[in-house]
């Protein structure tokens, strides 16, 4: 009967481990932490292709505020869910990242623009005021102008059914 009680740490243990595996396997690597999360995004103005200065960050959405470039290659193959989500009718701002208008016109000619407001960052200076690293990024905010997903990666079908409507619908 004593030994049995010799086992009950190494249970214990594997119960933890088996408790955070489940846990991390629910849990989709691209959603990241950010101090913008259940925050309003600062005011981002930025230069636009039309012309006079745009401010990507509205006071209320929903909408998503994307960071692509043209030479960006997932951000190519995560283009055609932003046209789906855009005939779904959610707004998406594009934050074009290092990269001249003239080479994402075309991409944009070419493959259809999902995109309502685009505001250029050639330098990369606003991106890296919200804290992103590289394209494509996408901020999730939801009617109230609130921060609630940070997607660091390609968003598909699956992510944006299953986590970003849901948290646009509360």
Not at 62 to 74: E, G, M, T
Request: charged residues 20%; neutral net charge; contains cysteine.
């Amino acid at each position: 009967m004593k030994r049995w009680w010799a086992f009950l740490p190494v249970l214990a243990i594997l119960a933890l481990v088996g408790l955070f595996g489940i846990s991390s396997l629910q849990k989709d690597p691209r959603l990241r932490d950010s101090p913008l999360l259940g925050q309003t995004l600062p005011p981002l103005m930025t230069p636009s292709p039309a012309g006079p200065e745009v401010n990507l960050a509205q006071a209320s959405g929903p909408y998503l505020l994307n960071v692509w470039a043209s030479w960006c290659a997932p951000c190519r193959v995560e283009h055609p869910t932003l046209m789906q989500i855009q005939k779904d009718g959610l707004a998406i701002h594009g934050l074009l990242y290092k990269d001249t208008w003239s080479q994402a016109d075309r991409l944009l000619k070419t493959e259809g623009n999902p995109f309502r407001l685009v505001g250029l960052d050639p330098k990369g200076e606003v991106a890296l005021s919200l804290g992103v690293s590289g394209a494509p990024e996408t901020f999730v905010v939801d009617r109230h102008g609130i921060v609630r997903f940070h997607i660091v990666g390609i968003i598909d079908e699956d992510l944006y059914r299953q986590r970003i409507l849901p948290a646009l619908q509360n």
